[in-house]
């Protein structure tokens, strides 16, 4: 299964395309208080998982749905992006 170039320049645009839909809405995004912690996790520990878990609400997948279309989803702004390779969809999840 090789990548061609239009599979590689698909997913180099809906990389950018992510990180600059993230970067405009970030000043959005409500920052969360931080839990208490059980004794088992130190700050190190849970900003580590924070972490892991902010980069997996910004990942940018094949979409399941629509083979050949990459989406990403901006949890900030509350709308999904789907590319396909000449464009871009943006929409809310309701409305």
């Known amino acids: 299964m090789g990548l061609t170039i239009r599979a590689i320049g698909n997913g180099l645009m ?15 995004a409500k920052p969360s208080a931080t839990p208490d912690l059980p004794e088992e996790l130190t700050q190190s520990d849970w900003q580590s998982i924070r972490g892991a878990w902010q980069a997996g609400r910004h990942t940018v997948a094949e979409s399941v749905d629509q083979p050949g279309t990459w989406q990403a989803r ?22």
Do not use: I, K, M
């Open 74 to 95: 901006n949890p900030g702004q509350l709308w999904p992006t789907l590319f396909d390779g000449r464009g871009f969809v943006a929409q809310p999840d309701h409305g």
């Open 14 to 28: 809906a990389v950018f395309a992510s990180l600059l839909l993230t970067a405009s809405w970030a000043a959005l």
